[in-house]
C-alpha cells in the first residue's frame, strides 16, 4: 500500500498544480473572448470562418488596451479623457466609484508607488496570532492624526482566494516587513502555508521599537 500511495501521491503533485493552471488560464481567456461580441455579429471570426478560434479575444483585448494607451498619451487623447472624466463626475454615484477604482488604478500601476510592494507580517486578529499581509501604502490622512502615531494601511488577504481579504490600519511600531517577494507570500497564502519560500535573510521590522518576533 505504502509503495502505490507514493506513486500516486507523485503522479497527483503532476496533475493537481497542471490541472489548477490550465482551469485558470481557461477560464481567463473565456472572459477575454467576451470582447469578440463588440464586433457586429457579421464580422466575427465564427461567422467569418465558421467556427470558433479561442484566444481570439485575448489578442482584440491587448489591442484594445493598447490602442487606448496610444490615444490617452497624446495631447488629444488627454483631452478627450478629461472630458470623460468631467462628465462622469457630475453623475452622484458613478463619480465615486470612478474616482476610487481610478485612484487604486493609479497607486497599483505607478512604479514609484508602495502599494502591494512590500509583505508584512502582522497580528491578526488578535494578539498572538501572526498573518502575511500587503502594505498598501503609509499616507493615512485624518486617520494618523486622529491614532496619535504612525500607521501603515495593509491589506490582509484571505485564504486560498487572496481576492477576498480586509482592510486594517497598524501601528507602524507592530509591523514586521519580510524579505519575500509579492509573488512568494501569495504562493504562501494560496498555499495556506503549505508552501513555504526559503528566507533569504531575516525578517527586518519596519522600527526599532516593532513587535516581538
Known amino acids: 500500500m505504502s509503495f502505490l500511495r507514493r506513486y500516486l501521491v507523485a503522479g497527483l503533485l503532476v496533475w493537481v498544480p497542471l490541472g489548477v493552471t490550465l482551469l485558470v488560464v481557461r477560464l481567463l481567456v473565456r472572459w477575454l473572448d467576451n470582447s469578440l461580441l ?3 455579429e457579421a464580422y466575427r471570426p465564427e461567422t467569418l470562418l465558421g ?43 458613478v463619480r465615486s466609484i470612478y474616482s476610487g477604482a481610478k485612484q487604486l488604478a493609479e497607486t497599483m500601476f505607478n512604479d514609484s508607488g508602495q502599494s502591494f510592494r512590500k509583505v508584512l507580517l502582522i497580528e491578526f486578529p488578535r494578539k498572538g496570532l501572526w498573518t502575511l499581509a500587503f502594505l498598501t501604502g503609509s499616507d493615512v490622512g485624518e486617520a494618523q492624526e486622529k491614532t496619535g502615531q504612525q500607521v501603515l494601511n495593509v491589506y490582509v488577504p484571505t485564504t486560498p482566494n487572496p481576492t477576498g481579504g ?4 497598524v501601528p507602524k511600531s507592530e509591523v514586521i516587513e519580510l524579505e519575500m517577494s509579492v509573488d512568494d507570500g501569495l504562493k504562501m497564502l494560496m498555499s495556506m502555508g503549505a508552501v513555504v519560500p526559503n528566507a533569504r535573510k531575516t525578517a527586518t521590522k519596519l522600527a526599532p521599537t516593532s513587535a516581538k518576533p
Open 38 to 40: 463588440l464586433i457586429p
Open 51 to 93: 467556427f470558433t478560434v479561442p484566444g481570439l479575444g485575448v489578442i482584440l483585448s491587448v489591442l484594445i488596451v493598447l490602442t487606448t494607451g496610444v490615444l490617452a498619451a497624446n495631447l488629444f487623447g488627454r483631452s478627450l479623457v478629461g472630458l470623460w472624466e468631467r462628465m462622469l463626475a457630475r453623475i452622484p454615484l
Open 166 to 169: 480586509y482592510f486594517v490600519m
